[in-house]
Structure formats: C-alpha cells, structure tokens
C-alpha cells in the first residue's frame, strides 16, 4: 500500500481542518491506520488511530474531543476531522498503515505528511 495525505494548510486557533489519507494498493481495507504529527524539534507522536473496520478508534489525550479519526474503505481514505485547534497543535501530520498501536514502529507503511498551522 502507498499512501498520500493532504488537507493541511493554516487555519486560526479555534478552527477546523480535515485531513485526508488516499491509499493505493488492494489491501487497504485489512490495515488499521494512524495519523500522527512531527512538530520542529520533537519527535513524532501518535495522534490518533482506527481498526481495520473502523469499529475501533484510539487518540492521544492531547487530542481527544476535538479531533476525530475515520474511514472509508470504499473510497481506501482515512480522515483526520480536527476541530477546536491550537497553536501546540501546529505539526507535520503524517498518515501510517499496518497498526492501531500508538509507537511510531509499529507501522509498516508512512505517507508523505501535510503541513497544519495554527496561529494565535
């Protein structure tokens, strides 16, 4: 599976983005997915994650209630929903396939990433 993540861009503190994952490749619909996001100078960091089916999600305390993770398999896209955001929220936020874990190694398969800025 490749993937390719979009719907970044600079909003205001207080406002919403949805990011999108397309996959390519068969096989998308037996993978759990995540997002994650690498601000400058920090290690990447688990945002949020989803089973294969969907019937399961996982976020980090940082982001719970205000962003929502989801997916359409007939479509192979996974969405990031985030809403209420903050400064501390401004990253590189990449998608990842093959896990619901929340360690960077336990994905198989990393997207691109797409730039979100926040300002104050």
């Known amino acids: 599976v490749q993937l390719q993540a979009s719907g970044g861009g600079l909003v205001q503190a207080g406002g919403s983005l949805r990011l999108s994952c397309a996959a390519s490749g068969r096989t998308f619909s037996t993978y759990g997915m995540g997002w994650f996001r690498q601000a400058p100078g920090k290690e990447r960091e688990f945002v949020a994650a989803?089973?294969?089916?969907?019937?399961?999600?996982y976020y980090a305390d940082s982001v719970k209630g205000r962003f929502t993770i989801s997916r359409d398999n007939g479509k192979n896209t996974v969405y990031l929903q985030m809403s209420s955001l903050k400064p501390e929220d401004t990253a590189v936020y990449y998608c990842?396939?093959?896990?619901?874990?929340?360690?960077?190694?336990?994905?198989?398969?990393w997207g691109q990433g797409t730039q979100v800025t926040v300002s104050s």
């Open positions: 989803i089973s294969w089916s969907g019937g399961s999600t």
């Open positions: 990842a396939a093959g896990s619901t874990n929340w360690g960077v190694a336990s994905y198989d398969v």
